[in-house]
């Protein structure tokens, strides 16, 4: 008996007790590579030890402070580098503990700000019919997920939804990506005015879709044709950067790639690379001059938000990732993987695409090339291919399922930042062995 209340309470998980770079171990000794991160998260591997000493002479010194009596040292210098890296004027930076906690915000920042500059009336959130934004109800509500939504149905506050940009699947014979793109500016631009040319608050977009459909990028335009639909009729644009943002895609800011500033993006799982939870959401001198010229008071908290640890954890990340340019290596063994997954899958009729940027990368699952038809859900053919990855020592983020009738199963790869060709060479190798014993 165990009273952890897992996930899925009836399942028997391996118990974790190392890490050491990019190998995870568990009780028996069995050493896993971990290509997923978790979720996306562990962007510098494990056991880091200029992280790791961080933390211990940030909790001998000061471990937590509430933030309604102090600002400390290590928030502060951790809001200034990521204000001075995020694009244009996104210059203040609100902590929290995580992604969900950091859409939560940003919803919530949005609709003050309108409240604030006289315009209480907006108050509908438009996302993508393919999208995870978090399990807390608000971000639940928005996200395209039905599945996990559907019997919270009652408590969740109107959210409306637009397709999201995946070529793959829905762009039609012989459109160009331009004419793409413009049908889908088009169709925002009809939910808007269906909804209220001014009542609409906010459109919220993953930048790089993640759990829901395995690391889809935008085709070229994309956001910048988002934005000029958003800013005709004064909605806000919330880019939701939480599993792509933080050097993921090779960019500190995803949307860096896009040429596109949105107003509040959402950041948390690279920000303290599983060291400590910690997420935040940042906004531009717009949003925040309104707030301060307006209430002065952003009507939001949580206990932890601004934890002293957590901060200087992420900056030691942040150092990390800068002073071993590991963005150009996330670039580098981006492309490799890409290139190796694409060899070693040139044959296997159940591989349907394989995408992404920088090193968040997924291959879809199909039941024919041809037809891009998707696997039979009952099948569970994810799951079975997590399973074969762990046998193998390899630890893979599969997604299952076609919760709109239109996916296929996915598989998503996000490994450590520090990953070595060889490395990436090595988690092709067993991953083509999963898949094979998989489907
Ligand atoms: N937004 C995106 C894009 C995510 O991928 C996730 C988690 O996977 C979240 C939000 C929620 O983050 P958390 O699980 O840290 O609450």
Redesign the pocket.
């Known amino acids: 008996m165990t009273h952890v209340f897992h996930r899925n309470p009836r399942g028997k998980l391996p118990v974790a007790v190392a890490g050491e770079g990019m190998v995870l171990i568990d009780h028996e000794g069995k050493r896993y590579i971990d290509a997923s991160g978790g ?1 996306a998260v562990s962007c510098l591997g494990h056991g880091h030890p200029r992280v790791v000493e961080a933390i211990r002479k940030q909790v001998g010194q000061l471990a937590y402070a509430h933030t309604s009596f102090f600002t400390t040292e290590p928030a502060e210098e951790l809001a200034a580098m990521l204000a001075a890296a995020a694009p244009g004027s996104l210059n203040h930076v609100y902590f929290l503990s ?4 950091a ?1 939560e915000a940003a919803l919530k920042l949005a609709r003050q700000y309108h409240v604030e500059s006289g315009q209480p009336q907006r108050q509908y959130f438009i996302a993508r019919r393919q999208s ?4 807390t109800l608000g ?1 639940l509500a928005i996200g395209g997920n039905a599945w996990r939504r559907e019997m919270f149905m009652p408590l969740l506050i109107e959210a409306h939804h637009v397709s999201p940009c995946y070529a793959y699947r829905e762009r039609k014979d012989g459109e160009s990506d331009a004419q793409y793109v413009q049908r889908l500016a088009d169709e925002l631009e009809h939910k808007i005015l269906s909804l209220g040319a001014d009542k609409v608050a906010a459109f919220i977009a ?1 930048t790089v879709v ?2 829901t459909a395995g690391a889809v990028p935008p085709v070229a335009d994309y956001f910048r044709k988002m934005r000029a639909v958003c800013d005709k009729y004064g909605v806000l644009l919330i880019l ?1 950067e ?2 792509s943002g933080m050097g993921r895609t090779g960019y500190l800011f995803a949307c860096e790639e896009d040429g596109v500033q949105p107003d509040i993006v ?1 950041i ?2 690279g920000l303290g690379a599983g060291y400590q939870p910690i ?1 935040a959401m940042i906004c531009s001198d717009r949003i925040y001059e309104a707030i301060v010229q307006g209430s002065g008071f952003f009507q939001h908290g949580h206990t932890y938000i601004g934890h002293a640890t957590a901060c200087a954890a992420a900056i030691a990340v942040q150092n990390a990732i800068r002073e071993d340019q590991l963005l150009d290596n996330v670039r580098q063994r981006g492309e490799q993987l890409r290139a190796a997954l694409r060899e070693s899958f040139s044959e296997q009729a159940h591989v349907g695409d394989i995408r992404g940027r920088g090193l968040f990368v997924g291959v879809e699952l199909v039941a024919d090339r041809a037809s891009k038809a998707p696997l039979d859900p009952s099948l569970r053919t994810h799951a079975r291919v997590k399973a074969e990855a762990m046998k193998r020592g390899l630890l893979v983020y599969p997604m299952g399922g076609t919760i709109d009738g239109r996916r296929g199963d996915h598989i998503l790869l996000a490994p450590p930042f520090i990953a070595t060709r060889q490395d990436i060479d090595d988690i092709v190798g067993r991953l083509a062995e999963a898949v094979a014993a998989a489907v």
């Open positions: 979720a995580g992604g969900s906690e859409v995870y934004h978090g399990n971000a993953e993640g759990a939701d939480v599993m959402a948390a799982k997420g």
